[in-house]
């Protein structure tokens, strides 16, 4: 939707991507993956990603981001 570029979603870009989370949640997705290490990932403002993600929890949905390669930051994190 927002292509590989460094922008930010127009309103009515949010808005077609809230839709199509409510779509695949209606479809049986179980939640919003991302992997915010790789562009255009890195791109996602903190408050777009809980706007996505307050419309998979309406259907149960979680959240999980893809970490690879951050063996260290990732046994930090857990301790």
């Given amino acids: 939707m927002l292509g590989q570029e460094d922008v930010q979603p127009t309103?009515?870009?949010?808005?077609?991507?809230l839709e199509l989370v409510q779509r695949e949640m209606e479809a049986g997705a179980l939640g919003i993956g991302s992997a915010l290490i790789y562009a255009p990932g890195t791109y996602a403002r903190t408050e777009e990603l809980i706007e996505l993600?307050?419309?998979?929890?309406?259907y149960q949905g979680k959240y999980?981001?893809?970490i690879r390669s951050r063996r260290e930051f990732s046994r930090r994190s857990m301790s």
């Fill in 11 to 17: 309103s009515e870009q949010m808005e077609q991507m």
């Fill in 53 to 58: 993600c307050k419309v998979a929890a309406r």
């Fill in 64 to 66: 999980i981001s893809h």
